[in-house]
């Protein structure tokens, strides 16, 4: 018997409004609140939440003296559409060039690592 079960997954970040606003574009969903905390409830019943943290500093992929702390895996049925789409919306390549892989990285616009998996 599980202890608890995951309520959502946090990002710290400047703007949570405009944070949330980009991964409802990437993954839909409904953004939920204001100011200092806001929800994007998923499809299918999960949900990622945004915390405001004055004074953030985005993680740095990769580098092993400033730890990236967690990243999300996306899965995609075509990279090069979802690359082109999440690029458009404000995303930054991170490890992208290597079109043989079946994953690339890329960061939100407030500069957390994420990847786009054709796994």
Known sequence: MALAELGAVVLDCPDPRALAGFYADVLGGTV???GDWVDLKLPGGGSLAFQAAPGFVPPRW???DHSQQFHLD?????LD????????LGAKPLDAEDHSRTFRVYADPAGHPFCLCAC
Request: aromatic letters at 0%; zero cysteines.
């Open 32 to 34: 939920e609140g204001e």
């Open 62 to 64: 990769p580098a092993a």
């Open 74 to 78: 996306l899965t995609v049925e075509d």
């Open 81 to 88: 559409a979802a690359e082109k789409e999440v690029l458009a």
